[in-house]
């Protein structure tokens, strides 16, 4: 059984375009997190949700909107992307909004040409 | 500013020797978090460890062993007797608990390569 799974595991797409990156957890947690890892394999934190509410968010441009439609989903919106999105997105969850362990998915690579 | 700095950037060993992985942290707070995490070559991140601010205990699983010092701020990883499936990416994060919130900062990361 797959923890905190995300969906697609690739994504290939063009400047300008949005798209959708889906995070689920079954774990029962509160807490979720998006995080960028860049070409030179940097991690930083996005966004935190608890609780279905946005709860910190990184000063990330507002083309990212994330959505939680329910504490075991976090979905990644993205709009008119650019070259500089390139990335792997990795989405977390955690027991709650003080639990120092998070449980990451296996990430995904998202390449704009 | 950086709160948490690899200074190593890559590092190769052969196989069977020890390797240490060096992590420096930033924080004003008294209560923090520190992690290891390993990012293998397929991309997922695996935790490690967790150490809080308050436990300045070194701990030991297996090969591994993590040496925490606040003096120095320090929480440097070592594996002993390293294997070819040691190489990865090893990432040193930091927590500081804030209110409703509680987020990693990573360092840039340390990639091994262990030599057979």
């Known amino acids: 059984d797959t923890a905190v799974s995300q969906t697609p595991k690739y994504l290939v797409t063009q400047m300008g375009n949005d798209k959708s990156i889906k995070c689920e957890q079954n774990?029962?947690?509160?807490?979720m997190y998006w995080y960028k890892q860049d070409s030179k394999k940097f991690l930083k934190i996005m966004f935190s949700y608890n609780n279905k509410e946005l709860i910190i968010n990184e000063t990330v441009p507002n083309r990212f909107s994330p959505k939680s439609p329910d504490k075991a989903h976090l979905n990644l919106h993205i709009n008119s992307l650019e070259l500089g999105d390139s990335a792997v997105y990795f989405c977390?969850?955690?027991?709650?909004?003080?639990?120092?362990?998070?449980?990451f998915g296996p990430g995904t690579r998202l390449t704009v040409t | 500013a950086q709160k948490v700095t690899q200074a190593q950037t890559e590092i190769s060993v052969v196989e069977k020797e020890d390797v240490t992985l060096d992590c420096v942290y930033e924080?004003?707070?008294?209560?923090?978090?520190l992690f290891w995490y390993k990012q293998p070559p397929s991309g997922e991140l695996v935790f490690l460890i967790r150490r809080n601010s308050f436990d300045e205990q070194n701990e030991i699983s297996g090969r591994y062993s993590w040496n925490f010092q606040k003096s120095t701020s320090s929480f440097n990883f070592t594996i002993t007797a390293s294997q070819v499936v040691d190489s990865a990416v090893y990432f040193c994060?930091?927590?500081?608990?804030?209110?409703?919130?509680?987020?990693?900062?990573f360092g840039t990361g340390t990639r091994l390569t262990v030599i057979p």
């Open positions: 977390a969850s955690s027991h709650d909004a003080l639990s120092y362990e998070q449980y």
């Open positions: 994060a930091l927590s500081e608990p804030k209110t409703g919130a509680n987020n990693l900062f």
């Open positions: 774990l029962g947690h509160d807490t």
């Open positions: 924080t004003r707070d008294t209560t923090y978090y």
